[in-house]
């Protein structure tokens, strides 16, 4: 049975991700803040699926909780096989209205722990010739729409380019790019997303077999959902200005 461990995992995408790899016979390392809720999914997917699901209480806003996960993934004995780079937080408010504090911590759980994670992992892979990587992003990373854009946008960069060095090395990275999910993200973040169109809102299940078949296809960028391509597709032509008036309509930070 191969390992997968996934960052962010009690919520949202993240669960998605556990439920789905649960179901088909990974055992996990899951990975998140809450001791109590990490303990609690561990059980659920044990009890339901069979499988070993290992518990890790990290914060990827601090560097002791970035070495803790660069440890287990490092683990030559007990290698992980597929990593879900997951974990991530959006902010309320204006570029200058965000304290400094929260856009550094943004960019250490955004860029920095994604960098050293897939690292981490991508080497011991390397070294036994399989292995996967998935860093999720958002649909974000295409607009100009503050440090969550650019974080996510440096996310999908960084993951394509490093796909393209180990080409060939039967290690695969991609960059995961969803819309809107319904998941508590934009709750915690104190985001309204009343102005957001139904037709918008993507399934997480949903999007987690269309990642996971893009993943096993080999592509290096997966925008899980045919209304959001045709979407991306429109902003490669938009003036960018345009761009960023009609996302700020929807939230600062509106997908994922």
């Known amino acids: 049975m191969t390992t997968a461990l996934i960052t962010g995992s009690t919520a949202g995408i993240g669960a998605a991700f556990a439920r789905r790899l649960a179901a088909d016979g990974h055992n996990l390392v899951l990975v998140a803040r809450d001791t109590k809720r990490l303990?609690?999914?561990?059980?659920?997917?044990?009890?339901?699926?069979?499988?070993?699901?290992?518990?890790?209480?990290?914060?990827?806003?601090?560097?002791?909780?970035?070495?803790?996960?660069?440890?287990?993934?490092?683990?030559?004995?007990?290698?992980?096989?597929?990593?879900?780079n997951n974990a991530g937080f959006g902010t309320k408010g204006l570029?200058?209205?965000?304290?400094?504090?929260?856009?550094?911590?943004?960019?250490?759980?955004?860029?920095?722990?994604?960098?050293?994670?897939?690292?981490?992992?991508?080497?011991?892979?390397?070294?036994?010739?399989?292995?996967?990587?998935?860093?999720?992003?958002?649909?974000?990373?295409?607009?100009?729409?503050?440090?969550?854009?650019?974080?996510?946008?440096?996310?999908v960069q960084f993951t394509q380019g490093a796909a393209r060095d180990l080409a060939g090395s039967g290690v695969r990275?991609?960059?995961?790019?969803?819309?809107?999910?319904?998941?508590?993200?934009?709750?915690?973040?104190?985001?309204?997303?009343?102005?957001v169109p139904g037709w918008m809102w993507l399934d997480a299940d949903k999007l987690v077999t269309a990642a996971l078949a893009d993943l096993a296809r080999g592509k290096s960028l997966s925008i899980p959902d045919p209304r959001y391509k045709v979407l991306m597709g429109v902003a490669k032509v938009l003036p960018r200005n345009l761009l960023g008036g009609i996302t700020s309509k929807s939230g600062k930070y509106g997908p994922r």
């Open 95 to 155: 570029y200058l209205d965000v304290p400094m504090a929260d856009e550094l911590t943004m960019l250490k759980v955004h860029c920095e722990a994604v960098l050293r994670l897939t690292s981490a992992a991508a080497e011991g892979m390397r070294e036994r010739g399989r292995g996967g990587v998935v860093n999720v992003a958002s649909v974000a990373a295409f607009v100009p729409r503050g440090t969550y854009s650019a974080s996510k946008a440096w996310v």
């Open 173 to 195: 990275l991609m960059a995961l790019a969803p819309g809107f999910v319904r998941t508590e993200f934009h709750e915690r973040a104190g985001l309204g997303t009343d102005s």
């Open 39 to 84: 303990r609690e999914q561990a059980t659920e997917l044990h009890d339901r699926h069979g499988i070993e699901a290992e518990v890790l209480t990290a914060d990827l806003a601090t560097d002791d909780g970035i070495e803790s996960v660069e440890r287990r993934l490092a683990d030559r004995r007990n290698p992980v096989d597929l990593l879900i």
